[in-house]
């Protein structure tokens, strides 16, 4: 007896029916309730990231519509007819790879099959994939057709770039929209799969292939598939690390660690784990972006919108980081710049470490304001160069009030809050600028910005912030607001420019 052909487990456990679409019920119960009352469009748009269900869902409705003699979601799975269009032997379930097939005249051959009656079925399903690849003259060949198709004709459209199918497209066809899938929708599946196929996993290793499959199924079956290969059960967390090449929690920790803490030798040894560990950069950068942002979902106290697992949110929410939603914000634009242009670089690595090792200095160019409310500094020459020696050393206030600058400083933040909650661009703009000082009954305010439009915003909303300091501190201050475009300000850089110099004393190296 020969051995049955071994069957990846995304086909062998594809859905037979709409019911079992997994993660997509706003797509599966609108069809479903579609077919029960009869009203089927001419032609169906599924659009969505890859590995979510588009082109298994276009099979869904080509079996609902040609399993029985008449169109249904409640078919035998066990008829020939089914069986035909499952094995992909019908003649009148035709898929086309829009990739591959994206001229003119295969659609010009297209539109001229589909004036044959169906063989044995009810209609006739053309099945276009990834229809976005298709060109401009093969959309404008088709365009009529789907207008007035015939009345037993149905097409089915699948593509994962929407915004590139033609607007007179998208028009004539009922359009659903797939999303990615919840971390719990696909563990829940994994472990029903596992549970069928009798092999014990433990739940932490599947929220690990979860995470990587970034809400694909697709994905996340063809991980396990991989991790089967290695070895059935009893597999270890590290294992599958290292099979699937996944970046640890620990090291993405280690990384934002060592740069709150500015610990210089421990960066370098965990980028040295990183280059010897053979982690792709590209996924290691990708990781640490999504690690950033989610630093920031948990400074702005939103934990639940967070896609890890549990365990691992504990690990988010102890830790205590001095960032404010700014720095975060600038760090994870740093890096997301980085990331479109590293595909540019033929030596990743050391542009990703080159990046990694600016940014244990980044807030040295975000502390002047607290520079400017120390009435001395012993040595002013160790002061940054962005920050002039005048601008160190604020002028003698005069406090003919109860109130002194620092005390303004120590509440400003409450103060922004409550002119935010008026006036949300102003606190914004406020936000940016520097409390200089305090001269009699007149809070002199710096601001860095050099658009005309924010300074006419600032200037008419100067009652506005006289009002909110008098809410909050109980005394009449006067406001002036002072735009000063000698300081130059420091903002990361459009394009990473690395220069040989710079690497060659970092690393230590000799012309």
Same mark, same amino acid.
């Given at each position: 007896?020969?051995?049955? =052909?071994?069957?990846?487990?995304?086909?062998?456990?594809? #859905?037979?029916?709409?019911?079992?679409? %997994?993660?997509?019920?706003?797509?599966?119960?609108?069809?479903?309730?579609?077919?029960? *009352?009869?009203?089927?469009?001419?032609?169906?748009?599924?659009?969505? #990231?890859?590995?979510?269900?588009?082109?298994?869902?276009?099979? *869904?409705?080509?079996?609902?519509?040609?399993?029985?003699?008449?169109?249904?979601?409640?078919?035998?799975?066990?008829?020939?007819?089914?069986?035909?269009?499952?094995?992909?032997?019908?003649?009148?379930?035709?898929?086309?790879?829009?990739?591959?097939?994206?001229?003119?005249?295969?659609?010009? @051959?297209?539109?001229?099959?589909?004036?044959?009656? #169906?063989?044995?079925?009810?209609?006739?399903?053309?099945?276009? &994939?990834?229809?976005?690849?298709? =060109?401009?003259?093969?959309?404008?060949?088709?365009?009529?057709?789907?207008?007035?198709?015939?009345?037993?004709?149905? !097409?089915?459209?699948?593509?994962?770039?929407?915004?590139?199918?033609?607007?007179?497209?998208?028009?004539?066809?009922?359009?659903?929209?797939?999303?990615?899938?919840?971390?719990?929708?696909?563990?829940?599946?994994?472990?029903?799969?596992? $549970?069928?196929?009798?092999?014990? !996993?433990?739940?932490?290793?599947?929220?690990?292939?979860?995470?990587?499959?970034?809400? +694909?199924?697709?994905?996340?079956?063809?991980?396990? &598939?991989?991790?089967?290969?290695?070895?059935?059960?009893?597999?270890?967390?590290?294992?599958?690390?290292?099979?699937?090449?996944?970046?640890?929690?620990?090291?993405?920790?280690?990384?934002?660690?060592?740069?709150?803490?500015?610990?210089?030798?421990?960066?370098?040894?965990?980028?040295?784990?990183?280059?010897?560990?053979?982690?792709?950069?590209?996924?290691?950068?990708?990781?640490?972006?999504?690690? !950033?942002?989610?630093?920031?979902?948990?400074?702005?106290?939103?934990?639940? *919108?967070?896609?890890?697992?549990?365990?691992?949110?504990?690990?988010?929410?102890?830790?205590?980081?001095?960032?404010?939603?700014? &720095?975060?914000?600038?760090?994870?634009?740093?890096?997301?710049?980085?990331?479109?242009?590293?595909?540019?670089?033929?030596?990743?690595?050391?542009?990703?470490? /080159?990046?990694? /090792?600016?940014?244990?200095?980044?807030?040295?160019?975000?502390?002047?304001?607290?520079?400017? +409310?120390?009435? +001395?500094?012993?040595?002013?020459?160790?002061?940054?160069?962005?920050?002039?020696?005048?601008?160190? =050393?604020?002028?003698?206030?005069?406090?003919?009030?109860? %109130?002194?600058?620092?005390?303004?400083?120590?509440?400003?933040?409450?103060?922004?809050?409550?002119?935010?909650? $008026?006036?949300?661009?102003?606190?914004?703009?406020?936000?940016?600028?520097?409390?200089?000082?305090?001269?009699?009954? =007149?809070?002199?305010? %710096?601001?860095?910005?050099?658009?005309?439009?924010? $300074?006419?915003?600032?200037?008419?909303?100067?009652?506005?912030?006289?009002?909110?300091? $008098?809410?909050?501190?109980?005394?009449?201050?006067?406001?002036?607001?002072? %735009?000063?475009?000698?300081?130059?300000?420091?903002?990361?850089?459009?394009?990473?420019?690395?220069? @040989? &110099?710079?690497?060659?004393?970092?690393?230590?190296?000799?012309?």
């Amino acid at each position: 007896m020969s051995k049955e =052909t071994y069957q990846i487990l995304a086909l062998k456990w594809r #859905p037979k029916k709409l019911s079992d679409l %997994i993660g997509q019920d706003h797509v599966s119960q609108t069809l479903i309730k579609a077919f029960e *009352l009869d009203r089927i469009p001419q032609a169906f748009l599924f659009s969505g #990231p890859r590995g979510v269900g588009k082109t298994t869902s276009a099979r *869904l409705v080509a079996l609902a519509l040609n399993a029985e003699d008449k169109p249904t979601v409640n078919y035998n799975l066990d008829s020939e007819r089914v069986q035909e269009i499952i094995d992909g032997r019908s003649l009148d379930v035709i898929e086309i790879d829009g990739a591959s097939n994206r001229g003119i005249d295969e659609i010009r @051959e297209l539109r001229d099959s589909i004036n044959f009656m #169906p063989t044995n079925s009810s209609f006739k399903v053309i099945i276009i &994939d990834e229809v976005h690849m298709l =060109t401009t003259q093969a959309f404008n060949a088709l365009l009529k057709t789907i207008e007035e198709p015939p009345q037993h004709v149905k !097409f089915i459209f699948a593509t994962t770039d929407v915004h590139k199918v033609p607007q007179t497209i998208i028009s004539r066809c009922q359009r659903y929209d797939f999303l990615p899938l919840t971390l719990t929708d696909i563990v829940n599946r994994l472990n029903f799969i596992l $549970k069928e196929e009798k092999i014990s !996993f433990q739940g932490e290793i599947l929220e690990m292939i979860a995470q990587k499959s970034e809400g +694909s199924m697709r994905d996340a079956l063809g991980f396990l &598939d991989q991790i089967l290969v290695y070895q059935n059960s009893d597999i270890t967390k590290e294992e599958v690390q290292s099979i699937l090449g996944i970046v640890s929690d620990e090291v993405l920790f280690e990384i934002s660690d060592s740069l709150h803490t500015k610990n210089a030798e421990k960066l370098l040894a965990t980028l040295d784990q990183i280059e010897h560990s053979g982690f792709s950069i590209d996924e290691v950068l990708k990781n640490l972006i999504i690690h !950033f942002k989610n630093l920031i979902l948990i400074n702005l106290d939103q934990p639940t *919108l967070l896609r890890v697992s549990a365990e691992t949110l504990k690990k988010y929410q102890a830790v205590s980081y001095s960032w404010s939603d700014r &720095d975060l914000i600038r760090i994870s634009n740093i890096l997301s710049n980085l990331y479109a242009e590293l595909k540019q670089y033929t030596n990743q690595f050391v542009i990703f470490q /080159l990046t990694i /090792l600016k940014l244990i200095h980044f807030d040295k160019t975000i502390d002047i304001q607290t520079l400017l +409310s120390n009435s +001395s500094i012993e040595n002013p020459s160790e002061v940054p160069d962005v920050v002039t020696k005048e601008q160190v =050393t604020p002028k003698q206030e005069s406090k003919p009030n109860s %109130i002194g600058l620092t005390e303004i400083q120590a509440n400003w933040k409450s103060i922004l809050t409550s002119i935010r909650s $008026k006036r949300g661009s102003i606190g914004a703009l406020l936000s940016d600028c520097i409390l200089s000082e305090l001269d009699g009954t =007149t809070l002199k305010i %710096i601001s860095y910005d050099r658009s005309d439009f924010n $300074k006419r915003l600032l200037e008419d909303s100067i009652s506005l912030i006289e009002q909110s300091l $008098k809410d909050s501190l109980n005394i009449e201050l006067s406001v002036e607001i002072t %735009i000063d475009t000698s300081v130059e300000k420091i903002e990361e850089s459009k394009k990473l420019s690395v220069k @040989e &110099d710079d690497a060659i004393s970092i690393f230590g190296g000799k012309e």
